[in-house]
Nanobody
């Protein structure tokens, strides 16, 4: 059973920074793509950032230039550095890992940005 455990969420003022971590129970080299999604109250879950086996990254337009996704295969960990946070970044952030057609999800971590 694959488990993904997120941490690093919290309450921060607008303009502040947070670093989210996602630790996998198996070697992350197994995954084709890993990344972060978020879901705000009353909204659908949306893609925030992904990183693939070759370390190619992809970002939602709303976070480009502010968020950075990275990984360390040796630590089975994916991070997302979030800078210049805005109130509209408030959401539950979920770690995602994909192996072929199978998606795995973490339990989510709350990020709240106050104005």
């Amino acid at each position: 059973q694959v488990q993904l455990v997120e941490s690093g969420g919290g309450l921060v003022q607008a303009g502040g920074s947070l670093r989210l971590s996602c630790v996998a129970s198996i070697g992350i080299f197994n995954f084709n793509v890993m990344g972060w999604y978020r879901q705000a109250p009353g909204k659908q879950r949306e893609l925030v950032a992904t990183i693939d086996k070759g370390r190619t990254t992809n970002y939602a337009d709303s976070v480009k230039g502010r968020f950075t996704v990275s990984k360390d295969n040796a630590k089975n960990t994916v991070w997302m550095e979030m800078n210049s946070l805005k109130p509209e970044d408030t959401a539950v952030y979920y770690c995602n890992a994909q192996i072929w057609a199978i998606n795995y999800w973490g339990q989510g971590t709350q990020v709240t940005v106050s104005s």
